[in-house]
T-cell receptor
Framework: RKEVEQDPGPFNVPEGATVAFNCTYS??????FFWYRQDCRKEPKLLMS???SGNEDGRFTAQLNRASQYISLLIRDSKLSDSATYLC??????????FGSGTRLLVRP | DAGITQSPRHKVTETGTPVTLRCHQT?????MYWYRQDPGHGLRLIHY???????DKGEVSDGYSVSRSKTEDFLLTLESATSSQTSVYFC??????????FGPGTRLTVL
């Protein structure tokens, strides 16, 4: 089983749509979690940290379900500029980040 | 902006030649990391450093060495480059909550 599993997509949505990405992780010892976005041929950029109670940052909402080892990211009112690859990233007990291949989002006009 | 730069940004080299990539940070972070990213793979950790002269291997360290003689610079060396090392290389620093911030990357092609 992969350490981090994400639907690779692409998710093709119109502007203004709500889209949700899911992620499962295998290491039950993971304590911290992050969502990164990566534009084509660019470095990953931290989008948000994921807290146990769930957290929201503007149009973005992250949820964590430790029992199911499942993380989600919801994007409301999608913008063209949201087109990117979204990486779900758990941190293991030695502070190493575990990267999956990500989910690609395309927002169309 | 985490103040991370990488050099060179692009490099084309030939099989068997040595290559050194440089990562430079300006904010005195203790932890620094080198990753490679290839199509179909997530970022994979090559080596990391937890202080000056303190380094350790990641999951794909074969064929790579690193050095950190001062806090701000973390060097990645390919002693004898191979075509399988064609990749995009990212350097990162660790933030206070364990998150990492990445440099702009170096695109390396080994012919």
């Amino acid at each position: 089983r992969k350490e981090v599993e994400q639907d690779p997509g692409p998710f093709n949505v119109p502007e203004g749509a709500t889209v949700a990405f899911n992620c499962t992780y295998s290491n039950s010892a993971s304590q911290s979690f992050f969502w990164y976005r990566q534009d084509c041929r660019k470095e990953p950029k931290l989008l948000m940290s994921v807290y146990s109670s769930g957290n929201e940052d503007g149009r973005f909402t992250a949820q964590l379900n430790r029992a199911s080892q499942y993380i989600s990211l919801l994007i409301r009112d999608s913008k063209l500029s949201d087109s990117a690859t979204y990486l779900c990233v758990p941190m293991d007990s030695s502070y190493k980040l575990i990267f999956g291949s990500g989910t690609r989002l395309l927002v169309r006009p | 902006d985490a103040g991370i730069t990488q050099s060179p940004r692009h490099k084309v080299t030939e099989t068997g030649t040595p290559v050194t990539l440089r990562c430079h940070q300006t904010e005195n972070h203790r932890y620094m990391y080198w990753y490679r990213q290839d199509p179909g793979h997530g970022l994979r950790l090559i080596h990391y450093s937890y202080g000056v002269k303190d380094t350790d291997k990641g999951e794909v360290s074969d064929g790579y060495s690193v050095s950190r003689s001062k806090t701000e610079d973390f060097l990645l060396t390919l002693e004898s480059a191979t075509s399988s090392q064609t990749s995009v290389y990212f350097c990162a620093i660790r933030g206070t909550l364990g998150e990492q911030f990445f440099g702009p990357g170096t695109r390396l092609t080994v012919l």
